[in-house]
């Protein structure tokens, strides 16, 4: 714990005088743009890959980065949504996977979840990834078949964010667009879904990203 404390303590005296101005705008609402939808993963770190600011995004994280499609049943990720697009009114929603995920790697694999019900139960979720399994891409190198089930799993969820009533609705008017990311954690590099032409390409082109 000491260096969470740690580090409490040089927010307190380095980060927070410095950004007071933007954090007392803050305290008192939120008008996030982007609802972020990922992985619990420790080294997926938004405010990082995308230098967003405390406030720009509303984000929900459980392993698998999942969009549960549940009728009865009330998750922490549906709730989550249901607000961001009906109070919050974000206007966009991004699904971000990640390579070397160990939610897909349970999932391609059947093991380790022998003791782990509740995990194992969520990660039915995930299924349906490997119904939308996407073209080996020879540049995952050794991992190359899990990237392709992790990129499934993005369209997979992207499909049941869309099944969401409030995602439904807004989509139907207009106000809201979602967006499929895999985010590449040896790289950086993040790449985007294109439904039209059903495959993920780069989201910023190689050329740029190598100035
Ligand atoms: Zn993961």
Redesign the pocket.
């Known amino acids: 714990m000491q260096r969470l404390i740690e580090g409490h303590k040089r927010f307190l005296a380095e980060v927070f005088p410095e950004r007071r101005s933007h954090f007392h705008l803050l305290a008192e609402s939120q008008a996030p743009q982007w609802l972020f939808i990922t ?3 420790s080294r997926i770190v938004p405010d990082m890959i995308l230098q967003t600011e405390p406030g720009d995004l509303f984000i929900s994280r459980s ?3 999942v969009v549960p499609v549940s009728v009865g049943d009330v998750d922490g990720v549906s709730a989550t949504i249901e607000y961001a697009v009906e109070v919050l009114k974000v206007p966009y929603i991004i699904v971000c ?2 390579s070397d ?4 790697k349970a999932a391609l694999s059947r093991k380790g979840l022998q003791n782990l019900p509740k995990a194992s139960r969520w990660l039915h979720h995930v299924e349906a990834a490997f119904s939308h399994r996407q073209p080996v891409n020879p540049a995952d190198g050794d991992h190359a078949e899990l990237c392709s089930l992790i990129r499934g799993n993005v369209v997979a969820q992207l499909i049941n964010l869309k099944e969401q009533p409030a995602v439904a609705r807004a989509m139907g008017r207009g106000s809201l667009q979602v967006f499929g990311w895999f985010y590449d954690i040896l790289s950086g590099r993040i790449e985007q879904y294109d439904e039209g032409k059903r495959c993920f390409a780069p989201l910023v082109e190689t050329a740029m990203a190598s100035r």
Do not use: P
């Open positions: 992985c619990s993963d392993i698998g980065n996977g990640h995920c160990g939610a897909m």
